[in-house]
């Protein structure tokens, strides 16, 4: 989710959409990510996507930033066009992958932009049109969604449609825009029923899922969190790391700052990379001004890493 500052409009006419989409759509498909929904409102923006090979900061951050640029250069203006960073909220895909992708199509009936379903149908400016097939958008995966109604496309595309007229009633949903623990368990009435039996439940204001989903993200990010506290109390940085893998796999720093592309140079790049992001959590961009290599090369080499079997990152 991404607001324009103080409220104000982000975008002042059709081509400003046409060019943010266009934008978005580059970004997705380079980044291999996959979007469910998306809706584009005056002055905000929902997007419900699967991070990719670059994950969601990096897609975002080239998005915004590139558009910020477009649109103060075109309608002359200067100054931050959006709100703080973007909001971003981890949600769990079993539990709620279609409520989402409803809630963000029927935004604009909600903000009394649109009045009925056809006129839904009709709008050029969310996900909607391309799940029903009035609009073509690659980079976004509307055949995933079908799929959750039945395997025939016909049934499926008619089910879809009285899902979305069941919505379209709803007004905002504080199980979805709530605080955590709402999300959680589907609504306050959960939340005092959970309390009344003395239940306690793990949340997260930047979570929605269920209490064990909720755990397991936390548990993940703590243990990458102690990992890399432990690295930088025992002073280690990336030139350290740079040093042990190339001792390791027999290559010099010459060479791998060099850009070489012999195997075992990219295999230590590669290695080099995840560790640093794994124990130090560099960014890409910042292990690749040392590895010489582009950002995307870096990605792609940790990529790489990740999928090998037979060796992996030091502790």
Same mark, same amino acid.
């Given at each position: 989710?991404?607001?324009?500052?103080?409220?104000?409009?982000?975008?002042?006419?059709?081509?400003?959409?046409?060019?943010?989409?266009?934008?978005?759509?580059?970004?997705?498909?380079?980044?291999?990510?996959?979007?469910?929904?998306?809706?584009?409102?005056?002055?905000?923006?929902?997007?419900?996507?699967?991070?990719?090979?670059?994950?969601?900061?990096?897609?975002?951050?080239?998005?915004?930033?590139?558009?910020?640029?477009?649109?103060?250069?075109?309608?002359?203006?200067?100054?931050?066009?959006?709100?703080?960073?973007?909001?971003?909220?981890?949600?769990?895909?079993?539990?709620?992958?279609?409520?989402? =992708?409803?809630?963000?199509?029927?935004?604009?009936?909600?903000?009394?932009?649109?009045?009925?379903?056809?006129?839904?149908?009709?709008?050029?400016?969310?996900?909607?049109?391309?799940?029903?097939?009035?609009?073509?958008?690659?980079?976004?995966?509307?055949?995933?969604?079908?799929?959750?109604?039945?395997?025939?496309?016909?049934?499926?595309?008619?089910?879809?449609?009285?899902?979305?007229?069941?919505?379209?009633?709803?007004?905002?949903?504080?199980?979805?825009?709530?605080?955590?623990?709402?999300?959680?368990?589907?609504?306050?009435?959960?939340?005092?029923?959970?309390?009344?039996?003395?239940?306690?439940?793990?949340?997260?204001?930047?979570?929605?899922?269920?209490?064990?989903? =909720?755990?397991?993200?936390?548990?993940?990010?703590?243990?990458?969190?102690?990992?890399?506290?432990?690295?930088?109390?025992?002073?280690?940085?990336?030139?350290?790391?740079?040093?042990?893998?190339?001792?390791?796999?027999?290559?010099?720093?010459?060479?791998?700052?060099?850009?070489?592309?012999?195997?075992?140079?990219?295999?230590?790049?590669?290695?080099?990379?995840?560790?640093?992001?794994?124990?130090?959590?560099?960014?890409?961009?910042?292990?690749?001004?040392?590895?010489?290599?582009?950002?995307?090369?870096?990605?792609?080499?940790?990529?790489?890493?990740?999928?090998?079997?037979?060796?992996?990152?030091?502790?």
């Amino acid at each position: 989710m991404v607001r324009g500052i103080d409220k104000t409009a982000i975008f002042k006419d059709d081509e400003d959409k046409a060019r943010f989409l266009e934008r978005l759509g580059h970004n997705i498909t380079e980044g291999k990510c996959t979007v469910y929904a998306w809706v584009l409102m005056s002055n905000h923006v929902h997007i419900l996507f699967k991070s990719g090979r670059d994950g969601i900061s990096s897609v975002m951050r080239r998005l915004l930033t590139w558009y910020a640029q477009y649109y103060n250069r075109r309608h002359r203006r200067m100054g931050h066009l959006f709100e703080n960073r973007y909001k971003s909220i981890l949600c769990e895909e079993d539990a709620y992958l279609l409520a989402l =992708v409803r809630y963000i199509h029927l935004n604009p009936m909600r903000a009394g932009i649109l009045k009925t379903m056809e006129d839904l149908d009709h709008y050029s400016w969310s996900g909607h049109r391309t799940i029903i097939d009035r609009s073509k958008d690659p980079w976004m995966d509307a055949e995933y969604i079908l799929a959750q109604f039945g395997d025939n496309r016909r049934k499926a595309l008619r089910e879809y449609r009285r899902f979305m007229a069941e919505g379209a009633g709803q007004g905002r949903s504080r199980e979805l825009t709530g605080g955590g623990l709402v999300r959680s368990q589907g609504g306050w009435s959960q939340v005092l029923a959970m309390r009344r039996r003395g239940r306690k439940e793990e949340f997260d204001e930047r979570i929605l899922g269920g209490g064990d989903f =909720v755990n397991n993200i936390l548990k993940e990010a703590e243990d990458r969190q102690l990992r890399q506290l432990k690295a930088k109390r025992s002073g280690k940085n990336i030139q350290k790391i740079i040093e042990e893998e190339c001792r390791d796999y027999g290559v010099s720093s010459v060479e791998l700052q060099g850009g070489s592309k012999r195997r075992k140079v990219s295999n230590a790049r590669a290695t080099i990379g995840l560790r640093s992001r794994e124990e130090l959590g560099l960014s890409a961009a910042e292990i690749a001004r040392h590895v010489g290599v582009n950002t995307s090369g870096i990605t792609r080499a940790i990529e790489r890493a990740e999928s090998r079997s037979g060796r992996k990152y030091h502790k």
